[in-house]
């Protein structure tokens, strides 16, 4: 039985970020007619927040004289999932970034640098290009390349189901502004709707963290609700890797642009619920993993304490880490006492003038914080760190009263685990694998380049992977259309 | 007593893009609407009051975009396309309202970035032109025209026919769902042609020149010299310059 469809196009894209917007970009640079279909009333998606982008042997760092091989992103990128991400996606992505720098020059970006993304961190590869305006620059300049190449979005417009005929997918059921069902028919349908980091419910049920996910911030747009993964699976695709999340510390109630959280994202000292210290707290040189040891906390939670004198040393000779844009190194932390006056009402810092107040305040033991404190001031003090070996720059004493505590919670950036994929971002049948004719699955929603978690010694991967895989499906929809109308 | 509606008529900067050796590139497909567009649209609708609404634009106009919205047909001169030059825009409008019979009133957006745009299409049709107006009904024979200029609102009483220009005062509330949109694509459109009206080809305005926007600023770079220098020729690399 054929499907009577609203209406019919060669390609469907469903989501409107970055993967979306650049599948939709190539797919109607190959000629064909597409709908982008995006359920929130604007576009961009959490790609809006993109600061830098990866690749490899682009003519940008060729002409700043820098020189990563594809050889030694493919290396980094398998080593640091120790193997468990897929090495036909991560060589997919790594032989093709240059290229997504290239295709996004083409339509109007402007590199404005290639660097790394927390100085300090001498492991980084220098990947990250820096786009003038950054992922809302470039999500700006898809939309207009994609609608004046000839595709339709729609907006508030949501994917509710995929249609199958004799195991391939030749369409999907769409939810429109007014609430009215539409069948929409397509030869290939690329799911590109961001992953799940939305979903409270699928973070626990799927993210590595389970229950402690319940009291992670979500710091993204609101639509990345998971749809695409459970319209697969339905579909008969597998998973792969869905536990993997990206993070980012953040004070509790604050954005990632703010200064108390910015303070609470130092590398000074960290305790828990229990008052207790925990980590070698230099982590926070890579948000990426500074967040997952948050994440693991009793409750999701830790407290950032320090001093006035740390508190004036942020305000005066800066951040002593890097958080891309949104703190960079040695930005001077002084919106602290603004933000403060709300913050120290709301739980979210607090200030006190006896650490035994401040423990109270913050609901740990008084004791247990005392004597964390005693001992962090006595490594400070002998200049070694023999706990959890933080290097000694990073070890300011607390002893100059008023003292501080910042409520430090993991922020979601957005889940990077999720439908299992080919090497041409081909969904792979669950138990099989056979890709489903037709369907493809791109940027966050895909798996494949990650194991456990998001590696920041890579800066910039999820946007150039997303980018990336967005055309590179398109491609290969493109031409299996042209070879399957062919053979009618 | 037929209502008009031009849309997709004025090629805003917003619609463009820049690339980085300073080339404009326009779109060539479909014009995005305007930001007033679909305010006209709307207060066309009311002027209609049930009544027909025909819809008038240009080359890159999108009749479907027109017809979700209200339009009970769409009139689109498909070799003119819509380019810096407003009064040959305006005079390729104001061919098409004379093929509307019974054109006594037309509406578009009072696009800030073509504010000539309305005064020379009523200067081609010799009727009279309301800028800047918020809203517009018709009463008995004429329309009231509400408009809101240095916080004062005023209401003003003109005969027809008449050119309305609408300012939008906020973003499209809700805009057509996919069904609609679709369902909009079966409503007629009437291609013509510039022959067809006896439209005098006009050459278009070609830019000699272009540069990038001030706001492109110098940077400074201080602090220690040696890293400064440093800085400076990453910058020097990073321009090409080097």
């Known amino acids: 039985m054929t499907t009577q469809f609203d209406a019919e196009y060669d390609i469907i894209v469903v989501g409107a970020g970055a993967s979306g917007l650049s599948a939709a970009v190539e797919a109607v640079k190959n000629g064909n007619t597409v709908a982008v279909l995006e359920k929130l009333d604007s576009v961009g998606g959490r790609g809006q927040f993109v600061e830098g982008s990866t690749a490899f042997e682009s003519a940008e760092q060729k002409k700043r004289g820098i020189e990563v091989t594809r050889a030694q992103g493919f290396k980094a990128l398998m080593d640091e999932s120790q193997w468990r991400a897929n090495a036909e996606v991560v060589s997919a992505f790594v032989h093709n970034a240059a290229t997504t720098i290239r295709k996004l020059s083409d339509i109007g970006a402007v590199w404005e640098d290639v660097t790394i993304y927390a100085y300090e961190q001498e492991s980084e590869l220098k990947t990250m290009h820096w786009a003038e305006g950054e992922g809302a620059r470039i999500i700006e300049l898809m939309v207009k390349a994609a609608r004046d190449g000839g595709a339709e979005i729609y907006l508030s417009t949501a994917a509710t189901e995929l249609l199958t005929e004799s195991g391939r997918v030749v369409g999907l059921v769409a939810k429109d502004a007014d609430g009215q069902l539409l069948k929409l028919g397509a030869k290939a349908v690329i799911l590109a709707g961001g992953g799940y980091a939305s979903s409270p419910e699928m973070m626990e049920k799927h993210s590595w963290y389970g229950k402690n996910a319940r009291y992670f911030v979500d710091l993204g747009t609101p639509g990345n609700t998971g749809d695409g993964m459970n319209m697969a699976v339905a579909a008969g695709g597998a998973t792969a890797e869905t536990g993997s999340v990206l993070l980012m510390p953040v004070a509790k109630g604050k954005t990632i642009t703010s200064h108390v959280s910015g303070a609470g994202s130092q590398p000074y000292l960290w305790v828990n619920t229990s008052g207790r210290r925990f980590t070698d707290e230099v982590v926070a040189m890579n948000f990426s993993d500074a967040a997952n040891v948050i994440a693991q906390c009793d409750q999701g939670t830790s407290f950032t304490v320090f001093d006035q004198a740390t508190k004036s040393h942020l305000e005066t000779d800066g951040s002593d880490i890097s958080l891309g844009t949104f703190i960079p190194y040695h930005a001077p932390l002084d919106r602290m006492d603004a933000e403060l006056e709300q913050d120290l009402t709301t739980g979210t810092a607090a200030k006190a003038d006896t650490v035994a107040e401040l423990a109270e305040m913050i609901g740990v033991p008084p004791q247990a914080l005392a004597l964390t404190i005693a001992r962090y001031n006595e490594m400070v003090d002998g200049g070694v760190d023999d706990d959890f070996y933080k290097p000694a720059k990073y070890l300011r004493a607390i002893s100059h009263p008023p003292y501080y505590a910042v409520r430090m919670v993991a922020g979601t950036l957005v889940s990077v685990g999720g439908i299992k994929v080919n090497g041409s971002f081909q969904v792979v049948g669950e138990g099989t694998d056979a890709p489903i004719p037709g369907l493809y699955a791109v940027g966050a929603e895909a798996s494949g380049i990650y194991g456990d978690t998001y590696p920041l010694t890579v800066p910039g991967n999820i946007s150039g992977f997303s980018y990336t895989s967005g055309w590179l499906a398109a491609d290969h929809a493109s031409a299996q259309i042209v070879k399957e109308a062919a053979l009618v | ?242």
């Open chain 2, 1 to 242: 007593m037929t209502t008009v509606v031009a849309f997709n008529v004025a090629r805003e900067p917003a619609a463009a893009r820049i690339l980085a050796d300073g080339s404009v590139i326009w779109p060539t497909r479909k014009l995005p609407p305007a930001e007033d567009d679909h305010a006209a649209l709307s207060a066309a609708v009311v002027l209609a009051d049930g009544g027909e609404l025909v819809g008038v634009t240009l080359g890159q106009g999108d009749p479907v975009w027109a017809a979700a919205r209200g339009t009970t047909r769409v009139l689109r001169i498909s070799d003119v396309v819509v380019g810096d030059d407003d009064s040959a825009t305006a005079a390729a409008l104001a061919a098409a309202v004379a093929e509307v019979d019974g054109a006594d009133l037309v509406v578009l957006g009072d696009s800030e970035h073509h504010p000539g745009l309305a005064p020379a299409l009523a200067g081609h049709l010799g009727w009279p032109c309301v800028l800047a107006a918020a809203a517009a009904a018709r009463v008995g024979e004429g329309v009231e025209v509400t408009r809101r200029i240095g916080g004062v609102e005023e209401t003003i009483s003109a005969r027809l026919p008449v050119v309305i220009a609408i300012v939008a005062e906020g973003e499209e509330t809700s805009p057509p769902g996919m069904k609609t949109m679709l369902t909009a694509r079966r409503l007629p459109v009437h291609d013509l042609v510039a022959t067809d009206l006896a439209l005098e080809p006009v050459p278009p305005l070609e830019p000699v020149q272009t540069r990038p926007p001030s706001s492109a600023a110098a940077r400074l770079f201080d602090g220690d010299p040696q890293q400064a220098v440093g800085e400076l020729i990453k910058a020097l690399r990073s321009e090409g310059v080097l």
